[in-house]
């Protein structure tokens, strides 16, 4: 699938805060996923950057003055708007804030921004006091009314050395939000489509501090509820506990047992397709302990087990909200295929997954599947969890486009 980013173009406002030293990271990170950039650097915005520097990243010409007659001749400030996708004012400063609240056009960027007809997003950033300040607060609250998207600022240390909220949001963040702007603009292959995706490990309790896991990291289906998520379905991701950030625009259910991943699972449906990468403890400990337990007072403590619901296994047969595809995932170490053509059939989903676990699957960055069907099986190479997602998600685009 094509990029979402690729052949955008954006039209980017540099305002004069100390952040805008970022946009030249951000210019590269747009360029490489094939984003045109023109950009308007503020008289403010020049003391932090150079046009030099900007005009290299974006290979345009920079835009800085409202009365210089070349930029007119060459691409007057309202055709700045009318040629571009989107407008990104980052960062955007309190006094930019307040210029485009009040309609105020002193100057080639709050001029474009008064003509534009496209849609603006502003990244602010700020000293906190500056943020918290009714004024800029009022401000804020007017431009979001009137539409813009707002990419909030972080909390942390700023440049002035005071603690607060006003950094400018990180990079990727910044792409997050422009990407999901482009991804609702869009009729996407399974906008429409709601799509369950377990992840992770879960964890038993055996006391209240001590529990049983495994080694899944929650990767492989992370990436798959953000791949999905961008080729438009509507994903409700369940997981088990993880360090892992939640993919942009993902809807994250968070679980700790299995029981709990169940409940969470069945209570997503009706869906259209689950798919069940999670790895569910088979067991919980049947009576786990009110009480820590203590050593030397027993001896050694007997573990009694009961078994877990199979959650792949009763989504696949599911009376009344079956959904119309069910992926299950399979680790095996040996005989991976053949393993995993008795699972489907055990399990009655609809497509194994298997991977072969022998190398660092487990918590690593790569994967490598064999997708098993009724109509046989693929060998995929080794690659990233990343590709594997996409390559998935493909697949599941082509099954409901069929
Ligand atoms: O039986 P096994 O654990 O090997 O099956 C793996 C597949 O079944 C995975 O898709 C996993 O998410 C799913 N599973 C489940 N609930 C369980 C056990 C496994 O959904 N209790």
Known sequence: MADILENKKILLVIGGGIAAYKCLDLI????ERG?????ILTKGGEQFVTPLAVSSLTENKVYQDLFSLTDEAEMGHIRLSRENDLILVAPATADLMAKMAMGIADNLATATLLAANKQIMIAPTMNSQMWGNPATQANLKTLKERGMIEVPPADGE??????????LAEVPDIIAQIEAFF??????PLSGKHILVTAGPTHENIDPVRYIANHSSGKQGYEIARALYLRGADVTLVSGPTNLKTPDGVRRVNVTSAREMMAESENALPVNAAICVAAVADWHIKNPSDQKLKKNKTGTPALDFSENPDILKTISNQADHRPKLVVGFAAESENVVDYAREKLDRKGCDWIVANDISGDVMGGDHNQVHLITNDGAEDWPHMAKAAV?????DKITEYFED
């Open 28 to 31: 590269r990170r747009l360029k």
């Open 35 to 39: 984003v045109g950039i023109q950009a």
């Open 158 to 167: 700023l440049a002035c050395g005071e603690e607060g909220t006003g950094r």
């Open 183 to 188: 991804l609702s603009s869009e009729d996407l």
């Open 389 to 393: 997602a996409d390559k998935l998600a």
